[in-house]
């Protein structure tokens, strides 16, 4: 099992995360995973960094695996995702991986082309793996169907097949996921959710990797643990619904405004003993994840991996 760092490009800036990797490297995590947002959650403190310019410098700055969430189909044509990630582990072998997920109209209505219905959005994202996997393999790819693509190939290639896995929030798309994707990910939520999702994916691809994204928030106290993560990640607890189908951070910021901090706490782990983390690492252990990947959601990054550094990663 790997513990990772969350790079969290709608909340800091490129160069801030850049540092912040390398310290997380240097506090003993194992891997890295990036966000790609084209607008932030909230106006407040918002960041839009391209996350793909970004990769090569970090990939580059440490010795890390690292792995991006994307939605191929709107925003990027799924050819130019191909032939990103073929670039990135001709440089770096072996050491990325990408998640595929339907996406937010947040980041994907810029296009000015509408913004699908989930059930045209799950379509066209299984047609871009099966043209990102193709062209991976080096074939000549031309499809007009859910995806249009027209004689696109790849001359530099990755070194093998990279691993795919599709990003699920409830238990159908994660049975949909489990028919086309490598692995799973998803984030924390109530164990029986947690499950049922997990045994979703499962009944069609029993032996696929999965990857949890813990959302956690760590301060000087669990009062202020909470206050923080309240301040800066409440427009995320929003539920998929309202997640997917909000085009713009100041609605985010109007439908969250009656989002109280206990709600927050229900859905973030906050805490200041080491050991809460430990016991919740080994719980998701158990559950078969593969990997987990923190993301301290306040805005308090230094002391977060300091503290994970010195008292909780030593400990797994």
């Known amino acids: 099992m790997q513990i990772g760092y969350h790079a969290s490009h709608e909340q800091f800036s490129p160069r801030d995360l850049l540092r912040l990797v390398q310290i997380a490297e240097q506090s003993g995590f194992q891997s890295i995973l990036s966000s790609d947002h084209f607008h932030p959650w909230s106006q407040q403190d918002g960041q839009s960094g391209f996350a793909w310019s970004w990769l090569g410098a970090a990939m580059h700055a440490t010795t890390m695996e690292f792995g991006i969430v994307n939605a191929p189909g709107q925003r990027y044509h799924p050819a130019i995702i191909a032939q990103a990630v073929a670039t990135l582990d001709n440089m770096f072998p072996g050491r990325f991986w990408i998640a595929l997920g339907s996406g937010q109209a947040l980041n994907e209505q810029i296009t000015g082309t509408g913004w699908p219905s989930k059930e045209l959005r799950h379509k ?116 998929h619904m309202l997640q997917a189908d909000l085009p713009l951070p100041q609605q985010y910021d109007a439908a969250g405004i009656h989002i109280t901090p206990r709600h927050v706490a229900q859905q973030v782990l906050a805490a200041t003993d080491p050991s809460v983390y430990v016991d919740a690492i080994r719980r998701y252990k158990q559950m078969g994840f593969n990997k987990i990947i923190l993301h301290n959601v306040n805005r308090e990054q230094d002391s977060f991996l300091a503290f994970m550094g010195r008292e909780v990663l030593p400990s797994i």
Request: hydrophobic content about 40%; proline content about 3%.
């Open 124 to 239: 066209r994202l299984e047609a871009c793996a099966d043209v990102m996997r193709r062209l991976w393999k080096g074939e000549n790819v031309t499809r007009h169907d859910d995806i249009r693509v027209q004689d696109a190939q790849l001359y530099t290639r990755p070194s093998c097949q990279p691993t795919v896995y599709g990003a699920a929030l409830t238990v159908s798309t994660a049975t949909w996921v489990g028919t086309w994707a490598d692995g799973l990910i998803t984030v924390n939520q109530d164990i029986p959710t947690l499950q049922a999702i997990i045994d979703g994916f499962r009944q069609h691809n029993p032996n696929g990797k999965l990857i949890l994204k813990l959302q956690v928030s760590y301060n000087s106290s669990v009062e202020t643990a909470v206050t923080s993560a309240w301040q800066a990640w409440r427009n995320n607890t929003l539920g």
